[in-house]
C-alpha cells in the first residue's frame, strides 16, 4: 500500500486531504450539535431542542446561487432612481386595497418630503378608488350620508394636500415671496411626463378643478410636451375635457405636437383628442383635419364609444370632414349593436350638429 501511496500524483493526494477533512470537520459539526441539542433540552425550562436545519454546518462561503439569492433582498434604486424609503412607499400606494387602507398612509404624513412618483401615485390610487366608489354606489363603513360625507372630505383633504405639494414651488404660487426661477420651477421638474399626466386625469376622475393648480400643470407641461407619449397627451386631453379646463398654450402646443406623431397614437387615444377638443371647443382646424384624415381608415378599429364621442366632438365643433362622417356612419351601420342607447344619441346628435345625412345609417335607426 505504501508503493501504491508513493505512485499518487500530487493533485489526486491533495483532494483525497481535502474530501477527508470535509468529512472530519462535518463529522465534528454534527457532533457538536448533537451535544448543544442534548443540553438544551435538558436545560432551562421552556427551552426547545434545536431543529435538524439548524445543526446543519455553515457553508464557509455563499454559493452563487445564495449570492444570487441574497441580492435580491438588496436594497437597490428602481429604473426610475427610487431608494428604499420611496420604494417601501410605492408598494404600500399600489399594494392598498381599500379607500381607507389608502388614506391611513396619508395619517401623519409629510407628503411635501415624498418623491414625485409617490405623489403621483397617491393622487391616482386615491381617484381610482373614489371612482369606483362613486361608480358602484357603495357606501364606507359607517351608517347614513354622514359617514359618506365625511369620506368624501377626507379624500379632497388628501388631494389637496397633494396636489398643493406639487406645486408648492411654482412662481405662481411664491409671488412676493423672493424665490428664484430656478427654485420656483424645481419641483414641477422633477416629475416624469407619465406622472404629471396621471396628476391630471386623477384630478379629472375626483373632480377636482382647482384653476390656479391646472393653470400651474398645464403651463409646464406645454413647455415639456416634447416628452410626453401620444397616451401621456391622450389622458391628459380627456382629464382637461372632462374637468372642462381651457389652457391655450398647453392646447396650442397639442395642436404644434400631435399631427406629427398620429400614427403613435391607438385608436383610443384618436378618440379622447378629438372627444377632448369637442369638450374644451378648440376648433383647431389644422389639428382637427389632420387627426380626422388619419383616423378616418382606421374607424373600423375604434369601440363604439369611441365612434360616438368622436363624431359627438366634431359636431360640438361644427366641424365637417366628409371621409371621416361618411366612414365613420358606415361603421356604426354595420355595428349599430354595440352601441349603447348613450352612444346611439351622441352620435346622431353629433350629425345633426354639421347636417350630414347618411341614409343607410337613417334606415338601420327605423322611423
Known sequence: SSVARANVSPRVAMANNLVSGIRVAASQSWQRCLRGAAASSLGA??????????????ATSATFADEVS????????????????????????????????????????NVSTWAPINMSTALHRLAKHWHARVRTGSRPAGRGDDARKGEAGRVNEAAARITQDICRESPMLLIGKGHSEELQQRRLDQFRALELANVIYALSLLRLRDTMVLQILCGHMARRLDEFSEQHISNSMYGLALLGYRHGGFLRAVGTRVPDMLPEFSPQGLANVLYGLGLLRHGDATLLNAVCEH????????????????????????????????????QATGRLSEFTPQNISNFTYGLALVRFEHPDFQYCLGP
Do not use: I
Not at 80 to 96: D, M, P
Open 45 to 58: 425550562e421552556g427551552a426547545l431542542p434545536l431543529s435538524t436545519a439548524q445543526c446543519r454546518p455553515k
Open 70 to 109: 441574497q441580492k435580491k433582498h438588496l436594497p437597490r434604486k428602481n429604473s426610475v432612481g427610487l431608494g428604499v424609503e420611496e420604494s417601501r412607499r410605492q408598494k404600500q400606494l399600489t399594494s392598498a386595497a381599500s379607500l381607507s387602507d389608502l388614506l391611513k398612509l396619508f395619517a401623519g404624513s
Open 295 to 330: 383616423a378616418a381608415p382606421r374607424l373600423g378599429e375604434f369601440t363604439a364609444q369611441g365612434l360616438a364621442n368622436s363624431v359627438y366632438a366634431m359636431g360640438l365643433l361644427k366641424h365637417w370632414h366628409e371621409v371621416a362622417l361618411e366612414a365613420a356612419c358606415m
